[in-house]
């Protein structure tokens, strides 16, 4: 199902982010957010994910258990293996995933490039390693809607094209509906297949694009 939002409206003090915000985001397709830096893109993935409440208004099409999220920062356990830290996925009683178990995790890490990997600590691993982790973790849980905040932007130019090339290689065998925010404009078009470029606050829609 496709994530509909309608007629929102949402404020921090006196400062308006969004007032009768409309916009649909298509089922299982790759929907990039530009725009200025504080224009509310992240707050909008708050507000898809539940993280944060909307003031009026609606959004429609989510299952806020069927939700994975990769942020600008890996957010691994430190003390916990890489292998670990994606186990703990199957150890939620809310997660229901036919024949989860090792080979999942094993199969995941190969595939984003880690497989020897699984019995290293997070801090034994380079920042585009950690970010690879955690992109194996967004996409063995078993979600409808991926939202990404800026999760390259740490990144060095040819590290962030290799990623965003396994994301795509991932995404292509598992697709799901996919959030992605960012001011860069060349990782927005090479991951997207759908642009919004946003304007500052109270946000507008400035153009749509479909690639």
């Not at 708050?46 to 989510?62: A, F, Q």
């Not at 890490?109 to 691993?125: A, C, I, M, R």
């Amino acid at each position: 199902m496709s994530v509909i939002i309608s007629k929102l409206y949402k404020k921090y003090g006196d400062e308006i982010i969004f007032e009768d915000f409309n916009l649909v985001f298509e089922k299982n397709k790759i929907s990039g957010i530009l725009g200025p830096s504080g224009a509310g893109k992240t707050t909008l993935l708050n507000l898809c994910s539940g993280l944060e409440k909307p003031d009026s208004g609606t959004i429609e099409g989510i299952n806020p258990q069927s939700i994975s999220y990769i942020f600008q920062e890996p957010r691994l356990l430190p003390w916990r293996t890489v292998r670990e830290n994606l186990r703990l996925l199957f150890k939620e009683k809310s997660i229901r995933k036919a024949g989860a178990h090792e080979s999942d995790i094993d199969g995941m890490l190969k595939l984003v490039g880690l497989g020897s990997v699984g019995d290293l600590y997070p801090q034994e691993l380079s920042g585009g390693m950690r970010q690879r982790v955690a992109i194996a973790r967004a996409f063995l849980y078993p979600s409808e809607l991926l939202l990404m905040d800026e999760p390259f932007s740490s990144l060095d130019y040819s590290l962030k094209n290799r990623l965003i090339e396994d994301f795509l290689k991932i995404w292509e065998q598992d697709k799901r509906t996919v959030i992605f925010v960012s001011h860069n404009e060349d990782e927005i078009r090479q991951l997207a297949q759908v642009i919004f470029t946003f304007s500052d606050k109270p946000v507008q829609i400035l153009k749509k694009e479909t690639l």
